[in-house]
């Protein structure tokens, strides 16, 4: 059973960035695509940013192509998102998930993932 703890979120200005971290815990790290997704106040969960770890796929939401960026670790079994220009929009909780799939051309669905971290909450002031 996988576990997935995220960390890196806080308060910051429009404008700055912030590096999110998701540790993933289990023995087959590699053979799953893992995601980003932010869940604004009032609002249903949505893509930000998914990457397949055994290939390097990797999606990006319209709203974060060009500033924020995806990537993997496999021998820490981690993934980031370093986040750059952050616009108020960018608040809400933000939350790793783990699936089988990242396709570079579909915007991923809670659906698709299975596995969930607890969040961690980025809150970006004007």
């Known amino acids: 059973q996988v576990r997935l703890v995220e960390s890196g979120g806080g308060l910051v200005q429009a404008g700055d960035s912030l590096r999110l971290s998701c540790a993933a815990s289990?023995?087959?790290?590699?053979?799953?695509?893992m995601a980003w997704f932010r869940q604004a106040p009032g609002k249903e969960r949505e893509e930000v940013s998914c990457?397949?770890?055994?290939?390097?796929?990797?999606h990006y939401a319209a709203s974060a192509k060009g500033r924020f960026t995806i990537s993997s670790d496999r021998a820490k079994k981690k993934v980031h998102l370093q986040m750059n220009n952050l616009k108020p929009g960018g608040t809400g909780g933000y939350y790793c998930?783990?699936?089988?799939?990242?396709?570079?051309?579909?915007?991923?669905?809670?659906?698709?993932?299975?596995?969930w971290g607890q969040g961690t909450q980025v809150t970006v002031s004007s």
């Open positions: 990457i397949s770890i055994y290939d390097d796929i990797t």
């Open positions: 998930a783990r699936g089988i799939n990242c396709y570079s051309e579909y915007e991923s669905l809670v659906s698709d993932y299975g596995n």
């Open positions: 289990g023995r087959t790290f590699s053979s799953y695509a």
